[in-house]
């Protein structure tokens, strides 16, 4: 007698690691800023604001990227968008690299945006709609190792770019300054991503969505094998007979009023950014270079950050189906204002100069650097993959891509005004101000998991109601 046939689980696995690629790219177009800040206040003479300016103007192309993706997404398809996305990698990377004045530096920022936008919502959004429930949260949470490597090998790359050429904005190769080889190092995984997503498939639930039934049949097939005909009448019956595609008037109720799931999404999307994580991936060489930290030494501090970020997200992938989500948010809630405060507290102490440099004393700078990095830790233990496997999965399918489009945009907005913000705020009440701001953020989310997030491990999405 021959073994029933098994579900193609090495299938799921290899398309939802193409997927991560854009949360990888997410990662690393996110991180590469972080080397790069001097050598843009050199080349484009730019003030605090203007720095700032440069370092968040991607931000504002990610929250349109994040917002139009998902309305997007429900008329092209999943795969479709993403390989917009992939190319628009590839002409940010190198026109942020060529860029000759803040003006044009921006405009190749925003479009870079615009990708990471779209990746940081459909790549999540893809897996969970190829991934069996018992699985999901795992796979999706490989998302956030993507991203973390991403962050990582953008730090490594930066570190060592620096380091062969002297510093950030010292000549390199070709006669171009170092600081812009970091940026035209992300090409090379930008090209990968766009080819390796010829070969995988279009997301099921949007083609049964969108009335091709014949393939979404053929694709489930490949997923679930002998399951395929019981998750293909399940997917049709959660979007009914009518496969119009969804519109922000899906965000209201019968009474007008935002769906309550709209709101957990929005929240759960802003509450990670009002932390403050991003403060460290944008400006980590900066912070540690205020405090009396040399730009190598920055530099390495960030890549030992990567590091430990990526083993956060392993551990995450351990647990995130064993033990729920809620749990999970909850303890990086409690883990992370504890840490936040600590960091304040060390802040604190510094002794300023008559210039406005920081030093902080050996036992401070120890404290407040192992404070940082056990942060660092919670986050990317907790809310930094947590947080995209519930907006991945929480919402019912006819409003999956609106639900993604509006807390996309909340996301990215919050990490605009947090990054926008640091360099004000580092000028104006100092790192341990900034720092107090997160924490009071981080002991809100406490109370906001508490009473507000419910639990979706082990539910099919056809079960997800709002």
């Not at 690393?28 to 370092?55: E, K, Y």
């Not at 796979?139 to 190792?145: C, D, G, K, S």
């Not at 279009?202 to 979404?216: N, Q, T």
């Not at 530099?299 to 992938?317: E, F, Q």
Request: proline share 3%; net charge neutral; charged share 10%.
């Amino acid at each position: 007698m021959r073994p029933a046939p098994q579900s193609p689980m090495g299938f799921i696995i290899l398309i939802s690691c193409v997927a991560t690629i854009g949360g990888f790219l997410f990662g690393f177009d996110s991180g590469v800023i972080n080397g790069t800040v001097d050598g843009l206040r050199s080349a484009f003479q730019s003030d605090s604001i203007g720095t700032g300016f440069n370092v968040a103007s991607m931000l504002l192309g990610c929250a349109a990227g994040a917002f139009f993706a998902g309305h997007l997404a429900d008329l092209w398809g999943r795969r479709s968008l993403l390989m917009i996305a992939a190319a628009l990698f590839v002409i940010s990377a190198w026109g942020s690299g060529i860029s000759t004045s803040s003006l044009e530096f921006v405009h190749y920022r925003i479009l870079g945006g615009l990708a990471v936008g779209a990746a940081s919502v459909m790549s999540p959004a893809y897996i969970s709609e190829v991934a069996p429930a018992e699985y999901r949260g795992r796979l999706t949470t490989i998302q956030q190792v993507a991203i973390i490597s991403g962050l990582f090998v953008a730090f490594i790359s930066n570190y060592f770019i620096a380091g062969m050429a002297g510093s950030s904005v010292s000549e390199l190769w070709l006669g171009y300054e170092a600081w812009r080889w970091m940026f035209w190092m992300e090409m090379i995984p930008a090209t990968i991503f766009l080819v390796t997503l010829f070969m995988i498939p279009e997301s099921p639930r949007f083609l049964v969505l969108a009335g091709k039934e014949a393939k979404a049949a053929q694709v489930l097939e490949r997923l679930y094998g002998v399951e395929a005909e019981q998750k293909f009448a399940e997917i049709k019956a959660s979007v009914g007979h009518m496969f119009s595609h969804p519109k922000l008037a899906d965000m209201f109720n019968s009474h007008g009023r935002v769906r309550r799931i709209i709101l957990v999404g929005i929240g759960l999307a802003v509450f990670q950014q009002l932390v403050g994580i991003n403060v460290v991936f944008y400006y980590g060489a900066v912070l540690w270079q205020s405090v009396g930290f040399s730009e190598s030494d920055a530099l390495l501090i960030n890549v030992l950050s990567g590091g430990l970020s990526i083993a956060a997200c392993l551990l995450t992938i351990g647990l995130v189906d064993r033990i729920g989500r809620k749990p999970l948010l909850w303890a990086g809630s409690v883990a992370m204002t504890a840490m936040l405060a600590i960091m304040a507290f060390a802040f604190s102490t510094a002794n300023v100069d008559a210039q406005g440099g920081m030093t902080l004393s050996d036992n401070m700078g120890t404290l407040a650097l192992v404070a940082a990095n056990a942060y660092v830790f919670a986050f990317n233990a907790t809310w930094g993959p947590v947080m995209w496997v519930m907006l991945g999965e929480m919402f019912p399918n006819r409003i999956r891509g609106t639900g993604l489009a509006v807390a996309g945009l909340f996301q990215w907005g919050a990490n605009f005004l947090i990054t926008l913000t640091f360099p004000m705020l580092l000028g104006g009440i100092g790192l341990a101000g900034a720092y107090g701001i997160y924490a009071l953020f981080a002991l809100l989310s406490i109370f906001f998991v508490m009473k507000h997030v419910r639990e979706t491990r082990g539910l099919e999405l056809e079960q997800m109601q709002g």
